[in-house]
């Protein structure tokens, strides 16, 4: 772990490292070959939930100074979903313990406070030597610049045909008409 950090210190902070060729754990085309999600409940997420979509992965937590972007998240996927748009929360809990919640805690904290009906996923880890399948695929993708995860609520596209489309910063809102643009022109992309 030191020796990884060690390495990340050494990067330049403006520069991003150069896009490799993804390894075959990590090499995905279709939506269907994304790695297993598996939801907050425990259960498998069907494929057919992400199948032919474009979706809007979210590492979230509950504790933290964004966490009032779920309500435009909710109203995003409201407004979108018959469209094709998925939003899929993956809650985290590597920044200053921001999601310290059992799945049963954060399923209800997210509905109480914030009417959240997207899909979440259990918690994983979104940086380091135990990062998820799916946060691999996602930093490792040309979009997604081989960067660590910043912080809560960053957010990735991915396309109708598996592909990560764009990569945004935490504080980028679900209202950001930057956010938006890229989510309709995956969209219309069929």
């Known amino acids: 772990m030191f020796r990884a ?3 990340l210190a050494m990067l330049p902070a403006a520069a991003a ?3 490799s060729a993804p390894s075959p754990r ?13 939801a907050l409940s425990g259960a498998p ?5 992400l199948a032919g979509k474009v979706v809007l992965f979210v590492n979230v937590a509950s504790k933290c100074g964004l966490t009032p972007q779920y309500d435009g998240l909710q109203k995003l996927w409201t407004e979108l979903k018959d ?8 809650p985290s809990n590597q920044f ?3 999601e310290p919640g059992s799945s049963g805690e954060i399923a209800t904290f997210c509905k109480l406070n ?3 009906d997207f899909p979440l996923l259990q918690k994983q880890d979104v940086n380091g030597g135990d990062r998820s399948p ?8 040309p979009a997604g610049g081989g960067g660590n995860i910043k912080w809560n609520f960053e957010k990735f596209i991915v396309g109708r045909d598996g592909t990560v489309k764009a990569r945004f910063a935490p504080t980028v809102a679900p209202d950001s008409p930057d956010l938006r643009t890229a989510i309709e022109a995956a969209l219309a992309s069929k």
């Open 134 to 141: 799916l946060y691999q695929f996602l930093v490792d993708s």
């Open 26 to 38: 990590t090499q995905v085309s279709t939506m269907s070959s994304l790695p297993a999600l598996t």
């Open 17 to 19: 490292p150069a896009p």
């Open 45 to 49: 997420l069907p494929d057919a939930t």
């Open 83 to 90: 469209q094709g748009l998925v939003i899929v929360g993956v």
């Open 96 to 98: 200053a313990g921001q």
């Open 114 to 116: 914030y009417g959240v």
């Open 5 to 7: 950090l060690l390495l």
